[in-house]
């Protein structure tokens, strides 16, 4: 590091960056990465003081370091350093067990310590040619490329990471080396020596490969990479080029899960189409649903859930006209995903389907024998928000069908309310794991030693955001979903209610759905009553305010008790509910008509009330 402070202050001799040059070549093959990584800032250092001459220099071992350290084979177990073999087993014998240790030893190495060398490599490569700046320009190759290129197909998401890395330091050349991220921003090089806008085509391709990555490290890479290349372009028309490859996986990571790419690709996004971003997508409406498609298909269940998020906003933004000749497919696409074994990827593809049937509802029709059991399937999931969700959408499938959908939907509702007298007394939340001592402080699931549970199952991810759940192809597929709870299928119920209250066409059926929803909310015999009592005070003042205040008041008695009896109980998230729900009913009936209504229904509840308020107030 003394070295790189001396070059970059112009304070050693010629012969003294010769020498420096030749020490730093043989100390990129140091066996520590902190050294190797060092020498590549080194050469950096050098290159920026002298020039690309010094890249001319090493070039051919710095290529060559790279070249070879992409493609490795591992000695054979039995021949491999006794000194690793005890470092990673800490045995000495050749004895058959010690065997399968080396063995267990190598493929370790294998996967971790073993591509170091060509990780530190490409960033020596990277810290030259950030190094030389855009004089490196006319040293771009297509053999250079072929080897970048080649590292962004990596099997190690590391090395495919700094790929992608390298990749932004190359694709910056192009432009001012200032603070400015302005996409207008003149560039340094003329448009018929640019190196990158001459190999275009082949990095369009590779961003658009690294945008798709399962793993969100490389998808922020190379969005970083993206921007790099975007700014590089020197005017509208050459960005036209690129837009039909690039910008579907850009407009796709606005919605990815991970914050930091989600974040950096919506300021991208902002910076490098403005204003027209929607015109863009309907110009290029064919690229881009063949892409949210294929990620549809991804084995990353994230990436499965933004193409969820993405095909919904197709659906409420797009013009109507330029997206019906895809509905068909994305509505088949939806509907696998309808499947998924991870329900945030269920719970998006429900919304989606929900506003491609109120946006599209003739195209979508032939459909609706297929979507309704997966809508009223996810209504009663043991996950709140894919029940709300499912709501959501059952009440855009009222608006779309009219009388037809709601005579199907209320017969639903009624069969799910009234099954709340049906619920066990108490229910094991967790019936799948063993009633006998913990071993180890951990909880074993039933069968947890079968065999044929652990052998060709889908793996899971170490690292990843979470595991690599299996994409859905067939109901017999959620294995990971138990049977619904009455109790769950009521909760849904109540939010589907309050969802078709919102629907002035419903309103009959709603009203008479209110006393039924009463009733189901005073059944209190099993140990989850209060998560629906949460719900039902949640979801009151929704009804309310669809069905009108006059409507309402005649029924609003049937719910005293229930309100109340909520506001008492020991659960924090059902008695602030409660409480909630009777500051908006003072507001919306009036603070003197409650009062009276509470009072005619039972004195004795107003005194508790008031009491609470003063104790609230001192």
């Known amino acids: 590091m003394g070295a790189k402070v001396v070059i970059l202050n112009n304070l050693g001799s010629d012969n003294f960056s010769d020498t420096l040059r ?27 003081a002298r020039g690309p001459e010094v890249f001319v220099a090493c070039c051919d071992e710095i290529l060559r370091n790279v070249s070879d350290n992409l493609e490795r084979k591992l000695p054979d177990p039995e021949e491999m350093d006794k000194g690793l073999i005890h470092k990673l087993t800490g045995s000495e014998k050749d004895t058959t067990e010690d065997m399968h240790k080396k063995a267990d030893a190598a493929q370790i ?36 490329l072929d080897l970048i290129f080649q590292a962004l197909n990596h099997t190690n998401r590391f090395v495919r990471e700094t790929g992608y890395q390298l990749c932004a330091s190359l694709v910056r050349l192009g432009r001012k080396q200032d603070e400015s991220s302005d996409i207008t921003e003149a560039v340094a090089v003329d448009v018929e020596d640019n190196a990158i806008l001459k190999h275009g085509d082949q990095f369009a391709d590779y961003l658009t490969k690294g945008l798709s990555d399962n793993w969100s490290q490389v998808r922020l890479a190379a969005s970083i990479a993206t921007r790099q290349f975007w700014q590089t372009l020197p005017s509208s028309e050459s960005r036209e080029t690129f837009y039909p490859k690039v910008l579907p996986a850009m407009c796709l990571n606005r919605y990815y899960v991970a914050e930091g790419v989600r974040i950096y690709s919506q300021q991208s996004w902002k910076m490098i189409v403005g204003t027209e971003g929607k015109h863009l997508v309907e110009k290029y409406i064919t690229e ?5 498609i294929s990620q549809t298909q991804a084995d990353n269940h994230a990436v499965r859930e933004a193409a969820c998020a993405c095909i919904a906003e197709l ?6 006209d330029s997206l019906r000749p895809n509905v068909s497919d994305l509505l088949q696409a939806l509907v696998c995903c309808f499947r998924d074994d991870s329900w945030p990827v269920r719970d998006a593809a429900c919304v989606a389907c929900g506003n491609f049937v109120l946006c599209f509802p003739q195209e979508c029709s032939s459909s609706m024998d297929e979507l309704y059991p997966l809508f009223f399937e996810n209504l009663s999931d043991s996950i709140p928000s894919v029940r709300q969700g499912a709501a959501m959408s059952l009440g855009n499938v009222v608006k779309a069908y009219g009388e037809g959908a709601l005579t199907i939907v209320i017969k639903k509702v009624t069969e799910g309310l009234q099954g709340v007298e049906k619920q066990e007394a108490t229910t094991e939340k967790y019936t799948g794991l063993e009633k006998g001592a913990a071993t180890f402080g951990v909880i074993k699931r039933l069968r947890d030693n079968d065999m044929e549970l652990h052998t060709d199952r889908q793996m899971y991810s170490c690292g990843s955001l979470a595991p690599k759940l299996r994409r859905g192809g067939g109901c017999a597929d959620h294995l990971f979903r138990r049977p619904a709870e009455p109790w769950e299928k009521a909760d849904g119920c109540v939010d589907l209610v309050a969802e078709l209250s919102t629907n002035p066409k419903a309103h009959k059926e709603v009203i008479s759905l209110i006393p039924l929803v009463a009733q189901t909310a005073h059944y209190k015999h099993y140990t989850q009553h209060l998560h629906l009592l949460e719900t039902v005070c949640t979801q009151l003042p929704v009804i309310a305010k669809g069905i009108g205040k006059n409507p309402f008041k005649r029924l609003f008695e049937l719910f005293i008790d229930i309100i109340f009896y909520s506001l008492k109980s020991d ?25 009276g209504r509470v009072e005619m229904h039972n004195q004795v509840i107003l005194i508790f009330w008031f009491k609470g308020l003063q104790y609230q107030c001192s």
């Not at 070549?25 to 050469?43: F, K, N």
């Not at 659906?315 to 109507?320: Q, R, Y």
């Not at 998230?573 to 009062?595: D, H, N, V």
Request: charged share 20%; aromatic share 6%.
């Open 22 to 48: 030749k020490q730093t070549l043989q100390l990129m093959h140091d066996d520590e990465a902190r050294v190797r990584i060092a020498s590549g800032e080194v050469l950096g250092a050098l290159c920026t």
């Open 109 to 144: 190495f294998h996967d971790t310590a073993g591509w170091k060398h060509l990780e530190t490599s490409m960033r020596c490569l990277q810290s030259v040619i950030e190094g030389c700046g855009k004089s490196f320009n006319e040293h771009i190759t297509q053999n250079l």
């Open 288 to 292: 881009t649903v063949k892409f949210y």
């Open 315 to 320: 659906g409420t933004k797009v013009n109507p």
């Open 571 to 595: 659960n924090a998230l059902t008695s602030t509910a409660a409480s909630e729900c009777l500051s908006q009913f003072g507001t919306l009936l009036g603070p003197s008509i409650l009062r």
